[in-house]
């Protein structure tokens, strides 16, 4: 399990959009070769793509954002946290396991069994709550592979559970036939992990002597052999070098070119028709071309692969106008307040990120009748809604998000029509929130509308226009502007109301509005669809 040592020339200063190396660069680089076709590595042949019917048909997902941070059930960003004196997860680190100079991430690690993990029954529950497509995390900032993995030794294949996450997951989908995502965030694991260096952060192979992670070199899990950013001692800081810039270390070529080989590695293993990167744009933009050449790649093998069908799916961060030419734009935490041109993905959570006992005990997931009214918002405004469902570090879904999901899975049981294989309306919605500005915040995190029965979003499927209410109107009368007589939304004239899960309801159309009755039973308790015929 040697460290593997690739020599190579560095491109030098940072790179434009659409730039490659030089050549001379790239000549003692190992890499992967990437799959040639169709699209070149550059954001000018990308733009050519388009976001294939199947994810924009698809609306919802379901992530396991799964990995050894959950191990500790003590929140997301657990491996980087846990090395700052003073956080709150380093005193939880402490107690639970000792001086993370004794005991540090590389250690959980050892500690995570995943026993209680059963894909099979997970992928057959989440596809029965209405999942068209599920995720799994290939790697977290903590730099571990969840697969058997080529350029990685710490994966769990060999430590940890000692088994193929990935691979697992992607035999449970295709079982059930649910396209397959994975989730690659290693790339900057480079500054992520900088406060272990005052920790057990530059151990080498040689100091695993005796130890159970004897033969396995630390420095291919930290990558700390390097002078550390500027203000690492303050754990907000990464946030502001996200882009490689504001005093960010510069990471290596060989770290860069490792990174490619492992994604390219996974994409080649298991096929997955979504990819999704937890970066600005791409992995190392600006400074380097690995992310448009994992584009390229992607979409090259897909229409190889799919008889020059485009399946595959690539998401990215803060978003450009130029880089939404080329792929998905994700939104993190959060909703724009207008509808988009282009497919996009707002992927959420229902607690945190990775796994924390606390927001359980707290009661601090998204109810189902906020997941449900997010979802009804995305889908208004071209979106699809990816929703992590943390599991706890044993690989168990606990009892409050089986009742969350269960929920779910009953309003989409009446009401998926009005989900699946929709498109915008001519007006997404009305309401006060329709009308409100709602800014975000860098990727996102805009979430936490305060959705009621006044606000109604509208999609269409055929001669039909679903109008969803956010929540029960007050009294049982439901009124929609938009799709008053004479409306400039639609021509025609409405023919006929139907309420799902109930039948067909009374209604009247004038100048005013389209006026519902709605029955005394609800036929749920989230959130009312009407089915509205137009002639």
């Given at each position: 399990m040697a460290r593997k040592w690739i020599k190579f020339l560095f491109c030098g200063a940072m790179m434009t959009m659409g730039s490659v190396c030089p050549a001379t660069a790239q000549e003692n680089v190992q890499r992967e070769p990437i799959q040639t076709g169709e699209y070149e590595p550059t954001w000018e042949s990308l733009a050519k793509y388009e976001c294939p019917d199947w994810f924009r048909d698809a609306k919802f997902g379901i992530w396991a954002h799964w990995g050894p941070q959950c191990e500790p059930e003590s929140g997301d960003w657990y491996a980087r946290n846990m090395y700052y004196p003073g956080n709150w997860q380093y005193d939880a680190h402490v107690k639970k396991y000792g001086n993370p100079k004794d005991f540090g991430f590389k250690d959980v690690i050892n500690e995570w069994k995943a026993e209680e993990w059963e894909p099979d029954s997970l992928i057959r529950f989440y596809k029965s709550v209405g999942a068209r497509f599920f995720m799994t995390l290939a790697n977290h900032h903590d730099n571990m592979d969840l697969w058997d993995s080529k350029y990685q030794p710490w994966n769990s294949v060999n430590m940890g559970p000692k088994r193929d996450i990935v691979g697992e997951w992607a035999a449970a989908c295709k079982k059930y036939g649910l396209p397959l995502g994975v989730s690659i965030h290693a790339s900057h694991a480079w500054t992520w992990y900088e406060g272990s260096q005052d920790f057990d952060g530059k151990l080498t192979k040689a100091d695993g002597k005796g130890k159970w992670w004897e033969g396995y070199d630390p420095q291919d899990l930290y990558e700390q052999e390097h002078e550390r950013s500027k203000n690492s001692q303050d754990i907000g800081a990464i946030h502001s070098q996200w882009a490689w810039g504001n005093g960010a270390a510069q990471p290596s070529e060989e770290f860069k070119t490792n990174v490619f080989n492992r994604t390219l590695d996974v994409v080649n293993r298991y096929n997955p028709d979504v990819l999704y990167f937890d970066d600005t744009v791409l992995p190392f933009y600006p400074i380097s071309d690995e992310g448009v050449r994992i584009l390229a790649h992607m979409y090259n093998k897909s229409l190889k692969d799919n008889k020059g069908k485009m399946r595959a799916v690539v998401t990215g961060k803060i978003l450009e106008d130029q880089h939404k030419e080329a792929m998905v734009w994700d939104v993190e935490r959060g909703i724009p307040d207008r509808p988009q041109e282009k497919a996009w993905q707002t992927c959420t959570c229902l607690g945190t990120w990775h796994y924390d006992w606390g927001t359980y005990e707290r009661g601090g997931y998204k109810s189902a009748a906020q997941v449900v009214k997010m979802l009804v918002d995305i889908v208004s405004k071209n979106g699809t809604l990816l929703l992590s469902?943390?599991?706890?570090?044993?690989?168990?879904?606990?009892?409050?998000?089986?009742?969350?999901?269960?929920?779910?899975?009953?309003?989409?049981?009446?009401?998926?029509?009005?989900?699946?294989?929709?498109?915008?309306?001519?007006?997404?919605?009305?309401?006060?929130?329709?009308?409100?500005?709602?800014?975000?915040?860098?990727?996102?995190?805009?979430?936490?509308?305060?959705?009621?029965?006044?606000?109604?979003?509208?999609?269409?499927?055929?001669?039909?226009?679903?109008?969803?209410?956010?929540g029960w109107p007050e009294g049982q009368t439901m009124v929609m502007t938009s799709l008053r007589k004479g409306s400039p939304y639609y021509k025609g004239k409405v023919k006929s109301v139907e309420l799902l899960g109930y039948g067909k309801v009374d209604y009247t159309c004038d100048a005013d509005g389209l006026k519902v009755t709605l029955p005394g039973v609800k036929p749920n308790e989230i959130a009312p669809v009407l089915k509205v015929k137009i002639k």
């Open positions: 469902v943390p599991l706890r570090g044993s690989g168990a879904i606990d009892d409050k998000e089986v009742a969350i999901l269960n929920d779910i899975k009953a309003w989409m049981d009446i009401n998926s029509e009005s989900i699946y294989d929709t498109r915008p309306w001519t007006m997404f919605g009305e309401g006060p929130l329709a009308e409100a500005v709602n800014p975000m915040n860098a990727q996102g995190f805009n979430e936490g509308q305060n959705y009621t029965g006044a606000d109604v979003r509208y999609v269409q499927k055929g001669k039909y226009v679903y109008a969803t209410a956010l």
